[in-house]
């Protein structure tokens, strides 16, 4: 370019300087251009957000740099027998650098921080939700001591006296800070290799200590006391060691023993049936569905409608949401079977190693069918996708299809919105609650919009996959079995047992799920308990069922381990 203004113009510098600025607006208003009027309209159209956010990020930034180097291009004019000329290319140089940085600094932050935090929400990784938070407090310092770095560098600064002292002062502090750096590396390896995530609930073995996780930071994990309402800070190395039991793992459902006890004069049959049918008539109390609506009008001792207007009795909404339950399971049952059709007919259909054109449409029409049953329709097709095994094996994911969500009340998804709505209508529950409830259903219904538009993209085109469906609808199905809601969990549901006995008295365990210890600000499993003791109280009292002369009962046995063991005081 130089070569060519050079002719046109003739050897005067302040010529070539100005000719060579013209041209490089030229270059930036034919760059700005191309940005808003083309790859501007393209990212509009587009249905993923990333494109928009990197493309807002970019353009401006973008525009800056090719100015600030079109302007160093054009100092060349003068060449370098000015000592102003070569300050001014340093500067110039030293600009575009900390321009750069600053460039890669926003994107990190507003384009690939924010996008992979939005997806970590979605997702149900501990590892990827925790790393983040970490690699934002360390990546951008990161980013901006390096840019410092080359624009010291730009200054003709001879670094290499400074890397030989960093290295020998980073031996010294590593030596002077071996614990600190111990409690740095036991985080990175909790960020890893986690056993827990920001909100789980923990017990410390060692420590006898049930707590949430508030946060995992660089060289201490921070905890909040449930019971005293207050932080505890705990070095990271010691967390790395402590045996800890996870009570949201595998889920977030509880389990709670409590113990009684009467005379031995007592029909056992009559007590175990009192114990169990108390426990099911309880609304926050895990069980079959059926049971539970026979046993709920038993159950006295519930919180009443408030005196505002629109509030409820606990009685009211628990019948309400376990009909919805109802209904909900008898969907999923009903997907359960769906599916297993499914593969039976990708079985069949596969059968000679090629798909034909009536098994194509054959399956076609089932994974619509099962879409529909889910709550999407096929509205029309996406742009090309690449997904992440098509990534892996270097090849395009077939065209995609469009699935919107359905209005019917009757799909999937929706008798979950009907159920979930119920469920945050609990008049126990507090307003942060609510979105705790809601939360996880999110991440569940994208995975329904993925896996779907997987299984649709199969059997649409051609894609030499077709043989993944029947393993596709298997994944579908355990899905709904062990993350989205299982149906009649017969293992859960309230259990009596006769643990020991003599010549005086029985004695007896009740062992029932509670459906979320977190709720109520990690208060729902107490006031269960409670609500339960105060009904056995008076079930045993209106069956004149005679106790023991000792106290029938002192604490009570978690599922955990947390509470108290329960002893039961022998008569003398």
Not at 466 to 473: G, Q, T, Y
Request: glycine share 8%; charged share 20%; net charge positive.
């Amino acid at each position: 370019m130089q070569s060519i203004v050079f002719n046109f113009f003739g050897p005067l510098p302040w010529q070539l300087f100005l000719a060579s600025l013209l041209a490089w607006l030229g270059i930036i208003i034919f760059l700005y251009l191309l940005f808003t009027l083309v790859i501007g309209r393209l990212v509009a159209r587009s249905a993923s957000t990333l494109d928009d956010a990197l493309f807002g990020s970019l353009t401006r930034p973008l525009a800056v740099l090719v100015g600030i180097y079109g302007i160093r291009q054009s100092t060349l004019a003068f060449g370098t027998a000015y000592i102003w000329l070569q300050w001014l290319d340093r500067a110039l140089s030293i600009t575009f650098v900390l321009a750069l940085t600053y460039t890669v600094a926003h994107v990190f932050l507003d384009v690939f921080l924010y996008n992979a935090r939005r997806r970590a929400a979605l997702s149900d990784s501990a590892a990827l939700q925790l790393l983040l938070p970490v690699l934002g407090r360390i990546g951008t310092p990161l980013i901006y001591i390096l840019g410092l770095v080359a624009a010291l560098g730009n200054l003709g600064i001879d670094l290499s006296g400074v890397w030989v002292a960093l290295g020998g002062g980073a031996f010294v502090l590593a030596f002077a800070l071996q614990n600190i750096l111990g409690d740095f590396f036991s985080g990175m390896v909790l960020l890893v290799d986690t056993p827990f995530r920001p909100g789980d609930v923990i017990f410390l073995q060692d420590m006898q200590l049930t707590a949430v996780i508030n946060n995992i930071g660089v060289r201490v994990t921070q905890l909040y006391n449930i019971h005293n309402h207050n932080d505890i800070y705990i070095p990271n190395s010691t967390m790395a060691k402590a045996v800890l039991h996870n009570l949201n793992r595998p889920s977030a459902l509880h389990a709670i023993e409590l113990a009684f006890a009467t005379e031995r004069t007592e029909d056992p049959k009559k007590i175990i049936e009192i114990l169990r049918d108390v426990a099911n008539g309880h609304p926050d109390v895990i069980g079959k569905v059926e049971d539970k609506i026979a046993a709920l009008d038993r159950f006295e001792g519930l919180r009443p409608a408030g005196e505002q207007p629109g509030s409820y009795s606990k009685r009211v909404v628990a019948r309400v949401r376990l009909k919805a339950e109802y209904q909900l399971n008898l969907a999923l049952l009903a997907m359960h079977e769906q599916l297993r059709g499914l593969s039976s007919t990708v079985s069949r259909v596969m059968a000679s190693g090629h798909l034909t054109a009536s098994g194509r449409a054959e399956l076609r029409t089932e994974c619509e069918k099962l879409m529909g049953e889910i709550g999407y329709t096929v509205t029309g097709e996406r742009r090309i996708v690449t997904s992440p095994e098509a990534m892996q094996h270097g090849l395009l994911q077939p065209v995609l299809h469009q699935i919107t969500r359905q209005e019917n009340p009757r799909t999937l998804i929706n008798r979950t919105r009907a159920w979930v709505e119920v469920l945050q209508a609990d008049p126990d529950l507090f307003p942060e609650d609510l979105a705790m409830v809601a939360a996880p259903w999110g991440f569940k219904y994208a995975w329904f919009e993925t896996h779907l538009g997987k299984m649709f993209g199969m059997v649409a085109k051609s894609s030499g996959m077709e043989k993944r469906l029947a393993d596709l609808a298997d994944e579908l199905r355990t899905y709904l079995a062990t993350k989205y809601k299982s149906t009649e969990p017969g293992w859960i549901a309230p259990q009596v047992r006769v643990t020991m006995f003599n010549d005086t008295f029985v004695a007896y365990r009740l062992r029932y799920y509670v459906d979320n210890l977190r709720l109520e600000h990690w208060r729902r499993t107490q006031r269960i308990e409670g609500e339960i003791n105060q009904e056995v109280f008076r079930r045993f009292d209106a069956a004149r069922v005679t106790l023991p002369k000792a106290m029938f009962m002192v604490g009570s046995q978690r599922g955990d381990s947390l509470g108290e063991v329960s002893k039961l005081v022998q008569p003398g």
